[in-house]
Nanobody, 124 residues
Framework: QVTLVESGGGLVQAGGSLRLSCKVS????????MAWFRQSPGKEREFVSG????????DVAESVKGRFFVSRNNAKNEAYLEMDILKPRNTDLYYCAGRAREYPSQREEDYTTWGQGSQVNDTS
């Protein structure tokens, strides 16, 4: 069994920065590519950014390109999402996801393992 646990969410003002972390535990070999998704109340979950198994390839949604950056540290079994210049969005729940394939996908159905989510609240 493998588990993903997000951390780092909290209150932030528009224009501010926040860094999310995702810790992989258990059968870490079940997780290769990783990704971040987010969901606002009443809306569908959407892809934010993904990273390949070795970190050499990243993908990012157009809406956050140039402001959000994904990275990982395989020695620590962790992935990160650095979010800069946050735009006003009220409340978002950010999810970490993992799949056994080498490269990330923008489709949530391609991921087999999900964290519980980390909430980011806009205080603007």
């Amino acid at each position: 069994q493998v588990t993903l646990v997000e951390s780092g969410g909290g209150l932030v003002q528009a224009g501010g920065s926040l860094r999310l972390s995702c810790k992989v535990s258990g059968r870490t070999d079940y997780v290769a590519a990783m990704a971040w998704f987010r969901q606002s109340p009443g809306k569908e979950r959407e892809f934010v950014s993904g990273i390949s198994d070795n970190g050499g390839y990243t993908d990012v949604a157009e809406s956050v390109k140039g402001r959000f950056f994904v990275s990982r540290n395989n020695a620590k079994n962790e992935a990160y999402l650095e979010m800069d210049i946050l735009k006003p969005r009220n409340t978002d729940l950010y999810y970490c996801a993992g799949r056994a394939r080498e490269y990330p996908s923008q489709r949530e159905e391609d991921y087999t393992t999900w964290g519980q989510g980390s909430q980011v609240n806009d205080t603007s």
